[in-house]
């Protein structure tokens, strides 16, 4: 859900791009943080906890917390609320710590 | 290896402004911060400012930052790496090791260092309180009001502080239904100001109330319910006073600790001081640590509010640029006058837990 119309701002967003999470195609603005674009899609779990592989979502949104590592173009334990949406990116949902290639 | 004068690590409202001061003194500054733009978290704060005329009083935080941003780029003294994150501080040498971009590793050796780093929400502790939907309020208002995008559609409000009951407002400003704010103390610790404002909206407010467990939706494994309880005046919850809330979004504004994790690798030393949000750096009245030539402001000296967290900076940066000579003959008198601003933000019933940590932190 985005805010279209707002009393005090106005959202000076990127071009609208297209990316995949989890092979399924979505769209977002460039520039924007991965976990927002996701947020909007209605996406809100991010992750799967090590041990007990409990979901999670985002937790602090300014790269803080760590909550929200995700897998990026192939690269595991991204923090995609701060990491920015592009053209083409492959999202995936991380389970555990992930693996280096 | 790269040369600094002074950096400021950390460009929000006490970073820029430490900049600002060291710069307006003569010395040469780098402002390093991690994220593409400056401004730190004022970047969200859409309401207007407190305080005086030296703090951008009636001033949005959204346009302090843009104020305080464009006098940086004009200052020919500053040079700004954004995109950089400092994450080491080598005690040997005193070194700064500085990702940038995420890819190249810097190292810089600062001739005086101003940590302006800022602060961490703090968490709280129930059942499945780690939910997708369980947010931070201060995340929520930065996908709300920096990235513009809802955080889903009923909200339940942990904390009546400050930052709960402007967020709260702001949620709702944004077409956000607020179910309720709760609050573990018996009393609404924020201004009145603020609380009066999503009163009059109609939003219960609870006192002596705290979060018992969050349950998920089956399907998504989201946040679908929130259960709260009444805590008596020994803060032991009372069962049978539960109340439940259907709420797709949790927002917790429980306070905020330090982000002092390059203090500590320096070897400040550090006092806990729960009034200033957890461990903060003992330092002298010119914002000086106890390792010379490492100065602290704003929250990471003390979790406060942007005002103070401004002239803290100005101070430091003032001081920084003292001590390597930078003075034209008006350095003292900046500081005193800078010193009698703090003074007045921390004056009165608001100010009474600031003063009451920093006395303890002095002592």
């Known amino acids: 859900m985005r805010i279209e119309e707002h009393p005090i701002l106005t959202f000076k967003r990127g071009r609208e791009v297209e990316f995949t999470f989890n092979g399924k195609k979505m769209k977002g603005f460039e520039g924007e943080p991965i976990a927002a674009a996701l947020h909007a899609n209605g996406v809100r779990v991010l992750s799967y906890s090590k041990k007990l592989k409990r979901p999670r979502g985002f937790y602090c949104a300014i790269g803080n917390c760590s909550s929200c590592l995700m897998t990026v173009n192939g690269e595991p334990n991204v923090r995609v609320c701060t990491e920015k949406l592009r053209e083409g990116m492959v999202i995936e949902t991380q389970e555990g710590r992930g693996e280096l290639n | ?363």
């Not at chain 2, 702001?170 to 179910?179: D, I």
């Not at chain 2, 030393?269 to 402001?297: D, F, Q, S, W």
Request: with cysteine; charged share 20%.
């Open chain 2, 1 to 363: 290896m790269k040369h600094a004068q002074i950096a400021v690590i950390g460009g929000g409202p006490a970073g820029l402004m430490a900049a600002l001061a060291a710069a307006e003194m003569g010395a040469g500054v780098t402002l390093i911060d991690r994220n593409s733009r400056l401004g730190g978290q004022l970047v969200k704060q859409t309401h207007k400012f407190f305080g005086s005329e030296k703090q951008y009083a009636s001033v949005r935080g959204v346009d302090i930052a843009e104020i305080l941003s464009e006098k940086i780029k004009e200052n020919p003294k500053i040079e700004v790496m954004l995109n950089s994150t400092v994450v080491a501080y080598y005690p040997d040498d005193g070194v700064l090791g500085i990702e940038v971009e995420e890819k190249k590793w810097v190292k810089m050796k600062a001739e005086r260092i101003v940590v302006a780093t800022g602060a961490s929400e703090k968490f709280l502790l129930f059942e499945n309180n780690d939910l997708p939907g369980i947010y931070g309020a201060g995340a929520v208002q930065t996908l709300m009001n920096e990235h513009g995008v809802l955080p889903g559609k009923n909200v339940l409000m942990v904390g009546a502080g400050n930052i709960g009951l402007i967020v709260s407002y702001q949620l709702m400003q944004a077409g956000v239904n607020v179910k309720a704010i709760i609050d573990a103390a018996p009393t609404i610790g924020g201004y009145w100001v603020h609380a009066s404002k999503v009163a009059r909206l109609g939003v219960p407010i609870l006192t002596s109330y705290t979060v018992k467990a969050a349950y998920p939706n089956k399907m998504t494994g989201a946040l679908e319910r929130a259960v709260i309880w009444k805590l008596d005046e020994n803060w032991k919850p009372v069962p049978g006073t539960e109340k439940v809330f259907n709420v797709d979004v949790m927002c917790i504004a429980v306070g905020l600790s330090p982000l002092a994790e390059i203090l500590w690798q320096a070897g400040c030393r550090m006092k806990y001081v729960p009034e200033l949000g957890g461990h903060v750096p003992v330092r002298n009245e010119n914002m000086e640590t106890t390792v010379p030539g490492i100065y602290v402001a704003g929250d990471v000296a003390g979790v406060e509010e942007a005002s103070s967290a401004m002239m803290e900076g100005r101070l430091a940066g003032l001081s920084a640029a003292q001590s390597l000579g930078y003075d034209d003959g008006s350095c003292e008198e900046k500081k005193a006058e800078v010193k009698r601003e703090l003074e007045n933000l921390r004056s009165g019933p608001v100010g009474e837990k600031i003063r009451k940590g920093l006395s303890k932190l002095a002592s």
